[in-house]
Each structure stands twice: as C-alpha cells, then as structure tokens.
C-alpha cells in the first residue's frame, strides 16, 4: 500500500503541476492577446479618424462643419445599403428554406382552428355550388329490431306486481316460487 499511495500522490502533485503551467500559459496568452486588440483598435482609429484640428476663424468651423455633415450623409448612405442588403439576403433565406420544405415534402402546419360544419356545407365547400348534393346520413341506415330479452319477457308476463305478489303470498306461493327456480 506505501508504493501506491507514494504513486498516487505523485500523479497528483504531477496533475496540479501541469494545471498550474497551463494557467500560466493560459494567462500570457490572454495579455497577449488584449494588448494586440489594443494596437488594433489604435491603428484603425489613426486610420480612419485623423486627430481633429480645430480651426480659430469662423469660416473655417463652418467648413469643417460642411465637411463632417458630408461624412456624416455618406455613412448614412452606406448603412442605408447595407440595411436594404441584409433585408434582401434575409428574404432569399426564407424563399430558400421554403423550397427546401416543399422539396424535402416536410411543411409548416398553420395553427388550424376549429370550424363546426355539417356534412352538407362540407360537400357544397368541397365540390362548390355547381353541385347540390344532399346527404342524409340516416337514410341509409337498416332498421333494426328490438330483440326481446328474457328479462322483458318476465316482466311482461309478470303484469300486475299486486297479483304476483298475491300468489307468492302463503306456503303455496313458496312452493311455487321455489319449484320455477328448479
């Protein structure tokens, strides 16, 4: 057990060495990589946002003022494009993916409501109003016969519960009751 447990803390200590350099590593990578976005970010701004100078007449901010509004219309300009862009590609997705349901045979369901309608306003709806058609679901049913069941039948013959119980009434009504039963 002493060899084990010294190789298990071993592996241990060699886990939590390497976690450590990797953090390390990870750590440098990570300054690295926010000070390079920082030289970025610099570089774009020198480039596309020369340092303002400030004129001292008035004719010269008025210029600079003609000037910021003529950048200013052209980025406007441009976002306009690039609005009206992304709305066109977004519409020729959906086309897209439309006609790839319907070739794929997969379509959206809509939410269907619930429409309460006989089978005659169904048929005129279906075949249209050229068509009268009448359907009468019960005309062609069969007419079916009531079976008498042997409960009806005693119950008919019974007749009056009075007179039943009358001749059930005595030794000779049990005598009765108890030689039907057999």
Same mark, same amino acid.
């Given at each position: 057990?002493?060899? #084990?447990?010294?190789?298990?803390?071993?592996?241990?200590?060699?886990? =939590?060495?390497?976690?450590?350099?990797?953090?390390?590593?990870?750590?440098?990578?990570?300054?690295?990589?926010? *000070?390079?976005?920082?030289? #970025?970010?610099? !570089?774009?701004?020198?480039?596309?946002?020369?340092?303002?100078?400030?004129? &001292?007449?008035?004719?010269?901010?008025?210029?600079?003022?003609?000037?910021?509004?003529?950048?200013?219309?052209?980025?406007? #300009? #441009?976002?306009?494009?690039?609005?009206? /862009?992304? =709305?066109?590609? *977004?519409?020729?997705?959906?086309?897209? !993916?439309?006609?790839?349901?319907?070739?794929? &045979?997969?379509?959206?369901?809509?939410?269907?409501?619930?429409?309460?309608?006989?089978?005659?306003?169904?048929?005129?709806?279906?075949? &249209?109003?050229?068509?009268?058609?009448?359907?009468?679901?019960?005309? !062609?049913?069969?007419?079916?016969?009531?079976?008498?069941?042997?409960?009806?039948?005693?119950?008919?013959?019974?007749?009056?519960? /009075?007179? !039943?119980?009358?001749?059930?009434?005595?030794?000779? &009504? /049990?005598?009765?009751?108890?030689?039907?039963?057999?």
């Amino acid at each position: 057990m002493g060899d #084990e447990e010294k190789r298990n803390r071993a592996i241990t200590a060699r886990r =939590q060495h390497l976690k450590s350099v990797m953090l390390q590593i990870a750590a440098t990578e990570l300054e690295k990589e926010e *000070s390079r976005r920082e030289t #970025e970010k610099q !570089n774009y701004l020198s480039e596309h946002c020369p340092p303002l100078h400030v004129p &001292g007449s008035m004719s010269e901010v008025q210029e600079l003022c003609k000037q910021l509004h003529a950048k200013i219309d052209a980025a406007e #300009e #441009e976002k306009y494009d690039m609005e009206i /862009r992304v =709305q066109k590609s *977004s519409k020729e997705l959906e086309d897209m !993916n439309q006609k790839l349901f319907d070739l794929r &045979g997969k379509f959206k369901r809509p939410p269907l409501r619930r429409v309460r309608m006989s089978a005659d306003a169904m048929l005129k709806a279906l075949l &249209g109003s050229k068509h009268k058609v009448c359907m009468d679901l019960r005309a !062609n049913l069969k007419q079916v016969k009531k079976e008498d069941t042997e409960k009806e039948r005693d119950l008919r013959d019974v007749g009056d519960w /009075r007179k !039943n119980i009358e001749e059930k009434s005595g030794m000779e &009504g /049990r005598k009765k009751m108890f030689e039907s039963e057999s």
